[in-house]
């Protein structure tokens, strides 16, 4: 078994390899005066099972490329197999076609799926991806890994309540409930407050309204991405603006995009724990907390190859 260890996931990696007591594969990653990428490695892959770790996280077009470029290089190194490991799968949001005023978008997250198993990729895995349906995007074998057990200890049971912060988040918030009351032996899956957004009419303030009581409760809001930070902010807002004691949110990547940071230390929101399959270089604070999914994906690599 190989692991190499893509730029985008090098902290992360470095846990995993750290986990498994491996070293990492060589790889040279460089660019040439025009911007090309060139990626090079080892010449040691040959009849390997070779897991690469990379996420197709900011600055995303360049990770992306890495990725594609590194599995294709394995391959040339006549690797047997290539499990390529996306912590965070990027343009997972852009999952479904957009016709308006005579537009029709692109369907980006099955071109990347596409672009991903031409390069030569055998099996697939991520964490939370942000719809289900974009596994079948993918040909070959995915596996779609939950990260919510990394959570549970961030959480304070005591008159709990857990948040969905729009309609399409019920399912996740559901099963982050159902993790959440196995390890402390509680009933929360029957009861999800729901974020219902709304506008009015086009060009006035979105509306968000409180699906649910939350007077007194501490506030739990689940979601997969947290990227300008704006509707996790109002959401918190709306939660103390209807009695909330406390809201804290878990979110699986930190995209953090222009001025998130700053929006999330100056909101309503208590605290923000996210995952580290978006690579960070934050402060410590009591408002932040990153946990680590190293395990998660360690467990998959020595389960799905007897790695002891």
Known sequence: MKIIIGNASKELGRSIVNKLNVQPSPVQVSKFADSEINVEVGSDLCNQEVYIIQSISPPTN??????????????????????????????????RVIKNNNMQSALSAKLVANLIQTAGTSNVAVIDLHSSQIEGFFDVPITNLSCFEVFTDSVHTENLAIVAPDVGAIGRARAFAKTLGRKHKIELSDEIIVIDKYREKAGTSQVMSVVGEVANKNCVIVDDIIDSGGTLCNAALALKSHGAQSVISCVTH??????????????YLDKLVITDTVLHKLEKTGKMEVVSVANILTHFIQGGKGVS
């Open 254 to 267: 930190g995209v953090f995009s222009g001025n998130a940071v700053e929006k999330i230390f100056s909101s």
């Open 62 to 95: 360049d990770n992306l490329m890495e990725l594609l470029l590194t599995i294709d290089a394995v391959k040339r190194s006549g690797a047997r197999e290539v499990t390529t490991i996306i912590p965070y799968y990027g343009y997972s949001r852009q999952d």
